[in-house]
C-alpha cells in the first residue's frame, strides 16, 4: 500500500505542475507561488482542525528555515517549469536525490572519509553528466537560464529535506510542517507581488484561471500522500517511486504540450534517473531515515 501512496503523490505533483504550466500564461511567477499556498494553508488549517492538532510549535526558527529553502526551491521549480518542458523541468527538480548524495560526499570529505564513498561520488557525476545532456550548449539563453533554475530547485529540494528530518526528530507532526510552509509560501508570494500588483483579471484567461484553486489542493493532496507513503517507514521502492513522477509529467509533455524533447535529451533523463535511483540505495548506509520530500 505504501508504494500506492507513492505513485498517487507523483501523479498529484506532475498534474500540479500541469497547472502551473497553463497558468503562467497568465499569471506571474509570485502571484502562482501565492495562490498555491494560500489554498494550500486554508486546506492545511481544516485538517489540522478536525484532527485537533495545535498550530503553536516549539521551534518556530526550524520552521522558518524550512520555509525559506522550500520557497527558493519552489518559485525556481515554477520558473523552469513555466519555461522548458515540462518532463525537462520536472527531471531537474528530482536532482534532489542526487543533490543529497553529494551533500553527503562532501560531508565526508571535510571528515577525511571521502574514500569511502567512491559509489556515491560515481551516481553523483553520472547525476551531473545526465544534466549536460539534458541542457545542451545548443540551448538558447533563455532555456540555459530556465534550466540552471531547474537545476537548483533540486538543490533547493535536497536542503528542505534535511529540514524536514530535522522537523521531524524535533517531534513535529507532518501535517503541522505542511501548515507553516505553505503559510510561508502565501506570505511570500504576498510580498513579491506587493511590488508589481496583481494580474487584472479581465486580461486572465479562463484556462488559466481555472487552475488556480486546484494547483494547491493537487500540492496538498501529493504532501498528504508522500507523507503516507512514508508513515510506516521509508522503504528503496517507496523512496524510488517519487520518480514516477517524471514518467507522468513525459505522458503530460507530450499529449498535452507536444513538447518536443531530443534522444539525447531521454537519454540525459534516464541518466539521471538511474543515478537518483542509485543514490537513494547508496544513501541509505548514512542516511537510514529518509523522509518525504515536499513540494
Known sequence: MQALWMVLAAFFFASMAVGIKIASSSFGLAELVFYRGLVSVIFMALVLRARGTALITPVPWMHAWRTAIGVFSLATWFYAIAHLPLATAMTLNYMSG???AAFVVGGAMLYGQSSRQGPLMATVLAGFAGVVMMLRPTLDQNQLFAGL???LSGMGAAMAYLQVTALGKAGEPEGRTVFYFSLGTTLAGLLAVSWNGFTPWHSVSWQ???WLIPIGILATLGQWSMTRAYSRGATLLVANLQ???????ALYSLLL??????LIGWAG????????VAA???RTRVLPD???EEH
Open 98 to 100: 542526487v543533490w543529497v
Open 149 to 151: 533554475l531547474g537545476l
Open 208 to 210: 488559466a484561471a481555472a
Open 243 to 249: 520518480y514516477a513522477g517524471i514518467v507522468f509529467s
Open 257 to 262: 504540450f507536444d513538447d518536443q524533447i531530443p
Open 269 to 276: 533523463m534516464g541518466l539521471i534517473v538511474a543515478s537518483g
Open 280 to 282: 537513494t540505495i547508496l
Open 290 to 292: 529518509t523522509p518525504a
